[in-house]
């Protein structure tokens, strides 16, 4: 094992010293950058049952629901104060048609989602049911809009359909179909994955299109679209350096995919893992930040002014399907290891939050590093969805930069991983927050975590852990890896002293 600095501030740095404990440095006085809420935004797609069993069953189905939405899901997400909502794909955006999913339902055509186990279609979920969720769960929604496979008039008619209050045709369609009032959408995707699925193009074709589609993406009343551009796959440079000299100013965003996965063609199990191959999945995970500054060093040659954010709206661990299901639907399993993916994942973005302004974790029910799982009437909270409930506390507030200094493991491929991960950030109120992860499965930490003449009142906590790092939670043993109460944390001398066991996540509250 080796002694690592990290600093989660670029001018700031402490030397490089041997100690047998852990220690962090937090520097309260020069926090100055909001961590935007939507960073912790979801993503729905029309995959699997993500959709249909997961979030609707109908307003006739036998299992309790909202309006048609399922009631445990939507409590549940409720609780996770999510701040938006990315749909209908997803590669599955670039062949949806948003005509054949309004109106009365019987006259709703069919179509085969070809991306997505050629799954049978009927459009039962569209747009009102999208939106209207979206108020029920009071997040913004995120639209994806066909660049693909549709037109420029039918983009142009969605966003006046969803948006104009006026005596327009497609405002009159929409109150002819029940909804008078507009509703509010903020965020708009021209596109999605422009290089893969959603039409297998150059990065210069697809700015052009961009150009073009994105102009008749219009303004209704109050309503103000923030466009967003379709952006790169995780190491694909050039398509960020192209966009950005082509699009420019043109765009609000662009987006970034990146997904923890090994071999494409054998991604592993997700609950069937030895020790190396989770350090190794660790390091994947945090080979996000570098990307991360690699992207950002390009938009800030052109951008230097940030005016334009980088919006990770994919990402999250990808393994094979569990056994007995649709290879298509993508249904994995959740352990301890994606909840480490989660907490690691949210440290990085919290270090970037000057440009990083939205991430949506891939996805929301049933499908990959999913937050919720069901099975007919039963529902099962991930260890993920308890990361999501437990740091929702950083949404909105202030980034506090720190150093910390910490053990690392050295693993397959060269990777080396921290075994102590952390991130600080101070509310509104004046709340401090400590998110604390330790990797390591077997030993423990001892953290002293110096916060600089802070007069500390009080400190209490909550703990995310398990025996096992593949523990997860199934439906005959919802509960198996749920959070718990933390009373590892006390203060001596005017620091904090906290002593945090193997495997664990623990969020502080500070006063």
């Not at 402490?14 to 220690?23: G, I, K, S, T, Y």
């Not at 085969?112 to 969720?133: C, K, P, Q």
């Not at 994919?314 to 399993?333: M, S």
């Not at 202030?398 to 080396?416: A, G, Q, S, Y």
Request: glycine fraction near 8%.
């Amino acid at each position: 094992m080796k002694k690592l600095i990290i600093s989660v501030w670029a001018f700031i740095a402490l030397p490089l010293f041997a100690q047998r404990d852990a220690n962090i440095r937090i520097y309260l006085e020069q926090g100055n950058q909001q961590i935007s809420k939507h960073i912790y935004g979801q993503f729905a797609e029309h995959l699997g049952s993500c959709i249909y069993g997961g979030l609707w069953v109908g307003p006739e189905s036998d299992i309790p629901n909202t309006q048609g939405y399922r009631t445990d899901v939507l409590n549940a997400l409720k609780k996770l104060q999510i701040p938006n909502l990315r749909w209908p794909g997803g590669c599955f955006a670039d062949e949806y048609h948003w005509m054949d999913g309004i109106g009365p339902k019987e006259n709703r055509p069919k179509m085969v989602n070809n991306n997505w186990g050629g799954t049978i279609e009927d459009n039962s979920f569209g747009t009102h049911e999208f939106l209207n969720l979206c108020e029920l769960l009071g997040c913004e929604p995120y639209i994806s809009g066909n660049v693909g496979s549709g037109t420029v008039e039918e983009m142009a008619k969605w966003v006046e359909y969803m948006t104009s209050e006026g005596d327009s045709p497609m405002a009159n369609l929409r109150r002819k179909n029940g909804r008078d009032k507009a509703w509010k959408v903020k965020f708009f995707g021209v596109g999605n994955e422009s290089w893969g699925c959603g039409g297998s193009m150059r990065p210069e074709y697809y700015s052009d299109l961009y150009r073009r589609y994105s102009t008749y993406c219009r303004n209704y009343d109050s309503n103000v679209l923030f466009k967003i551009a379709s952006g790169a796959s995780d190491y694909d440079y050039n398509w960020t350096e192209t966009l950005m000299k082509q699009i420019g100013g043109r765009m609000d965003g662009i987006s970034l995919h990146y997904y923890t996965v090994g071999d494409w063609n054998n991604k592993g199990s997700a609950t069937d893992f030895n020790t190396e191959d989770y350090y190794w999945t660790l390091g994947k995970c945090l080979e996000i930040e570098d990307v991360v500054k690699k992207h950002i060093a390009i938009m800030d040659k052109y951008d230097p002014k940030k005016n334009i954010a980088l919006m990770v709206d994919e990402w999250g661990t990808w393994w094979d399907v569990e056994p007995g299901t649709i290879p298509g639907h993508l249904f994995q399993q959740n352990t301890m290891r994606d909840a480490f993916v989660a907490a690691l994942t949210l440290h990085v973005f919290h270090k970037y939050t000057d440009r990083v302004k939205m991430a949506n974790i891939a996805q929301i029910v049933n499908v990959l590093q999913s937050m919720i799982l069901t099975k007919g009437k039963d529902m099962v909270l991930t260890p993920t969805y308890h990361v999501f409930e437990m740091y929702k506390v950083h949404q909105d507030a202030t980034f506090l930069p720190m150093d910390l200094i910490c053990d690392k493991e050295k693993v397959r491929d060269n990777r080396e991983v921290p075994v102590v991960s952390a991130s600080a950030s101070r509310d509104s109120q004046g709340k401090i927050h400590i998110s604390l992860a330790n990797v390591d499965p077997r030993q423990s930490e001892n953290i002293h975590i110096d916060l600089q003449n802070v007069t500390i009142k009080s400190v209490n906590g909550r703990i995310l852990t398990a025996s096992s790092i593949n523990d997860y939670n199934t439906f005959d043993s919802p509960e198996k890896v749920k959070p718990e109460v933390f009373k590892g944390a006390k203060v001596e001398k005017g620091k904090l002293s906290v002593s945090l066991p193997p495997m664990s996540i623990v969020v502080l509250e500070v006063l």
